[in-house]
Nanobody
Framework: QVQLVESGGGLVQAGGSLRLSCAASGRTFSRYPMGWFRQAPGMEREFVAAISWSDGGTAYTDSVKGRFTISRHTVKNTVYLQMNSLKPEDTAVYYC??????????????????WGQGTQVTVSS
């Protein structure tokens, strides 16, 4: 069982930056692919970014490429989402997600097994 707790959300002006953190429980965190999703009001939850457990490979949705960076710190059991050049359309609740033990990265981009409770990000124009 993996428990995920996000932090770092808040209100920022357009063009600003935020860094989200997701603290994961469990001794085998290093073997889980991790990801971030977001859900804007009235919209479906959508994939944002993911990072592999094995080779550090990453994946991003097109709208955040070049602006967002996902990373993980294995010792701290934490995954991060650095968000730069934020836009009002990035406003959403951001959710941390994890795939199953030793699953390929593609799994966490589509059907994560574990979810955090979410953290609100609001970008003002």
């Amino acid at each position: 069982q993996v428990q995920l707790v996000e932090s770092g959300g808040g209100l920022v002006q357009a063009g600003g930056s935020l860094r989200l953190s997701c603290a994961a429980s469990g001794r085998t965190f290093s073997r889980y692919p991790m990801g971030w999703f977001r859900q804007a009001p009235g919209m479906e939850r959508e994939f944002v970014a993911a990072i592999s457990w094995s080779d550090g490979g990453t994946a991003y949705t097109d709208s955040v490429k070049g602006r967002f960076t996902i990373s993980r710190h294995t010792v701290k059991n934490t995954v991060y989402l650095q968000m730069n050049s934020l836009k009002p359309e990035d406003t959403a609740v951001y959710y941390c997600a994890a795939g199953d033990d030793r699953a390929p990265i593609v799994v966490v981009t589509t059907t994560p097994k574990y979810w955090g409770q979410g953290t609100q990000v609001t970008v003002s124009s």
